[in-house]
Nanobody, 124 residues
Framework: QVQLVESGGGLVQAGGSLRLSCAAS????????MGWFRQAPGKEREFVAAIIWSDSTTYYTDSVKGRFTISRDAAKNTVYLHMNSLKPEDTAVYYC?????????????????WGQGTQVTVSS
């Protein structure tokens, strides 16, 4: 079994920054892609960003382009989400996701593995 453990959430003022981390552990895990989703109160979970493990190709939802950056540390099996210029509408529980099959499972919201989530709150 693979475990994904997120950290780095918290409360920040609008315009501020946070960095989320997600470490994968457990059985030998050869990730194809890892990513981040978020779910705001009363809304559906939405895709935020993803990174292909082999070549670091990245994908972002339009609302975070230019503000968020996803990166990875292969040696640590860890993915990061650097969030800058945060807005109140970024407030949500952020979930890490991983899949060892192909990117499509992450892009469609059906990854093999999910983290437990970390709260990000942006005050105005």
């Amino acid at each position: 079994q693979v475990q994904l453990v997120e950290s780095g959430g918290g409360l920040v003022q609008a315009g501020g920054s946070l960095r989320l981390s997600c470490a994968a552990s457990g059985r030998t895990f050869s990730s194809y892609a890892m990513g981040w989703f978020r779910q705001a109160p009363g809304k559906e979970r939405e895709f935020v960003a993803a990174i292909i493990w082999s070549d670091s190709t990245t994908y972002y939802t339009d609302s975070v382009k230019g503000r968020f950056t996803i990166s990875r540390d292969a040696a640590k099996n860890t993915v990061y989400l650097h969030m800058n210029s945060l807005k109140p509408e970024d407030t949500a529980v952020y979930y890490c996701a991983a899949d060892d099959r192909n990117f499509g499972y992450i892009r469609t919201g059906s990854p093999a593995y999910w983290g437990q989530g970390t709260q990000v709150t942006v005050s105005s």
